[in-house]
């Protein structure tokens, strides 16, 4: 190995490290491990001369990325949205760079596992803090983050350290480690109050089965869930985390919404919802209204009192799929659908049709998991309109459409490198 690629193998797990312990810790910290893998990424363009092809996934992986920015820049264009709406697009294009540099320099598990358990244990110490020492409220801004986009942050987290024991010996040092990191993550999403991000767990337990391939599956599967069961119901139990509170609250939302009382949590998602299906969404199906015409006409809306007027206040739907609906018409919602779906097919002809080693395994369940995870954030959440979601979508996806094609595979059937 040559004293280049040395260095570019360092940066990019010092990047992935930064990416996840410095997340909740300074105020955009994730944007550092980010930059740190861009910046590696573009020097690998012009410092590795003879690199090795990049393998079938992570040419797919690009093309994809390619299309679909291209794809949403010309619903764009033929709406005539103002230049900053171009903005959020721009990431998934210079993502590229980071995949082609975790193609030519890729670090070990080690540090993938690191960076990963560093990232839940630093969620967990910035909730906890003010939780159970200054004494601040569930639901409240935690690690520079709203309350949502921190407790869903903090679950992946969670999912990226559980799936990664996939790759270890069954309760060898590794393996706990990695669930104990898992158990941190868990504890922070629910710590910090972001509903959201609950439903993602049953989801992934229910996933996490699946995949478990031992000698011993239901043990394993067994240790697994009852070890999360007896965490959440610790959680629930104790009124200061206010767990209970937050899911009692959901009840008590839903029966205020039905009896016409709107300004809840619950009642205003609801609200949201259908003032974008039922009201705004019919009349242009197509190609939507786009950003400054979804503002105002929800804002008009409210005035006139077809929507309540707790609604007009908020700049998005609550909800990515429903908002890309409104915002950029069918064409815009096909787009964002196909995106999701893409990865989720790719990963599932991996495992179906491909020999994989334990490490590639991991990674291709870990890709449908967090695929998944990000489809459950949506639906409650204009998930992918924050940066720091975006930035984690595709990197995490970067690093598993890299791994898992990194060494040759065996063909089977449909198998391709």
Avoid at 72 to 90: F, G, N, T
Wanted: hydrophobic share 50%.
């Amino acid at each position: 190995m040559n004293r280049i690629k040395k260095y570019g193998i360092f940066f990019n797990s010092i990047g992935w490290i930064c990416l996840f312990s410095a997340c909740f810790i300074l105020k955009s910290g994730y944007g550092i491990g980010a930059g740190l893998l861009l910046l590696t990424g573009i020097a690998s363009l012009w410092l590795e001369k003879k690199a090795e092809p990049l393998s079938y996934s992570a040419r797919r992986w690009i093309a994809v990325l390619l299309i679909f920015s291209s794809a949403m820049i010309a619903v764009r264009l033929v709406i005539h949205q103002p230049l900053k709406e171009y903005d959020e697009l721009s990431r998934y294009l210079l993502s590229i760079i980071i995949v082609i540099g975790l193609s030519r320099w890729r670090f070990s598990q080690t540090v993938y596992l690191s960076g990963i358990v560093l990232g839940c244990i630093s969620a967990f110490l910035v909730v906890f803090y003010p939780r159970f020492w200054l004494n601040l409220p569930s639901a409240n801004d935690y690690g520079y983050q709203h309350h949502i986009q921190f407790s869903n942050i903090a679950m992946i987290m969670a999912i990226l350290s559980g799936f990664a024991t996939l790759a270890y010996t069954k309760y060898s040092r590794l393996w706990w480690i990695a669930l104990g990191g898992a158990l941190c993550g868990i504890g922070a999403a629910f710590l910090a109050g972001g509903r959201g991000s609950w439903i993602m767990l049953p989801v992934m337990l229910a996933l996490y089965s699946i995949a478990v391939e031992t000698n011993h599956r239901w043990r394993t599967i067994f240790v697994i869930f009852l070890t999360v069961c007896l965490v959440v119901i610790v959680f629930y139990l104790i009124p200061q985390t206010g767990v209970a509170a937050r899911i009692q609250g959901v009840f008590h939302d839903l029966t205020h919404y039905q009896q016409g009382h709107i300004a809840t949590s619950q009642g205003q998602r609801l609200e949201m919802w259908r003032c974008g299906l039922v009201e705004m969404w019919p009349h242009r199906p197509w190609l939507g209204w786009g950003d400054p015409g979804l503002l105002n006409e929800k804002i008009r809306l409210s005035q006139i009192g077809t929507c309540d007027s707790s609604v007009g206040l908020f700049a998005h739907l609550h909800n990515d799929f429903i908002d890309t609906l409104v915002r950029y018409g069918l064409v815009g919602f096909i787009i964002l659908v196909v995106f999701y779906l893409y990865p989720l097919v790719h990963y599932i002809c991996k495992l179906r049709y491909c020999y994989l080693n334990s490490i590639q395994r991991m990674a291709a369940w870990t890709g449908i998991a967090i695929t998944l995870a990000f489809m459950i954030g949506s639906m409650t959440n204009a998930f992918l309109g924050h940066n720091i979601a975006t930035t984690f979508y595709i990197i995490l996806q970067a690093w598993c459409m890299t791994e898992i094609g990194k060494k040759t595979i065996k063909a089977a059937g449909l198998c391709l490198i």
